[in-house]
């Protein structure tokens, strides 16, 4: 993740000679975001760490788990000055991409969140982090419709086979009996 970030903050968005890839897939191991890009607005950008919960339920640990993953001190074990990486007023943006469970009710009352690093950035301030939530109140303001659609026909085939799969299952139960 390091290297990508610092080829898009530092290089002109390249690496070792190549152009770098406008996002990154974490490994699973150690926890962390599952997606990391830079948005540009206007002349400003800003990374931003993405949590995917694609689920019908999520319950308040979810919320709070999820939080978690995106958060300053957990992206830090990933690299070592979060700060570094953070070229527009050492702020950065994490999501939570929760559809189609509500998550918005959920959220416990949070003040804008700040956390020291454990090495001082190059700016020698605290990190300011912006939470932003997608869930099924706002997904449609943020994607068009045939998106919402895609993902709806994804997740209505992956509900599909679990119902299949816990229907042999359960087939099988009765057999046994």
């Known amino acids: ?28 191991k150690p926890s962390g975001p599952d997606i990391v890009f830079y948005i540009q607005v206007k002349d400003k950008w800003f990374p931003v760490f993405v949590q995917l919960k694609l689920r019908q339920i999520l319950t308040t640990s979810d919320v ?8 300053a001190p957990i992206i830090e074990t990933h690299m070592n000055d979060l700060g570094s990486f953070c070229p527009t007023d ?44 997608i869930d099924k109140n706002n997904i ?19 509900k599909r086979q679990a119902e299949v799969m816990q229907e042999a299952e359960n087939i099988k139960k009765t057999k046994k009996k």
């Open 1 to 28: 993740m390091e290297g990508v970030m610092n080829a898009h903050v530092n290089n002109g968005s390249v690496r070792d000679g190549r152009a770098a890839p406008p996002f990154f897939f974490l490994k699973a």
């Open 64 to 71: 709070k788990a999820a939080l978690k993953t995106v958060s």
């Open 90 to 133: 050492n702020t950065f943006i994490n999501m939570i991409t929760a559809y189609p469970a509500t998550v918005v009710d959920k959220l416990p009352p949070r003040p804008n969140y700040e956390y020291k690093l454990r090495t001082l950035s190059k700016s020698k301030q605290k990190p300011t982090q912006i939470e932003v939530i």
């Open 140 to 158: 449609s303001k943020i994607f068009s419709r045939d998106h919402v659609d895609y993902l709806d026909g994804i997740k209505g085939s992956m």
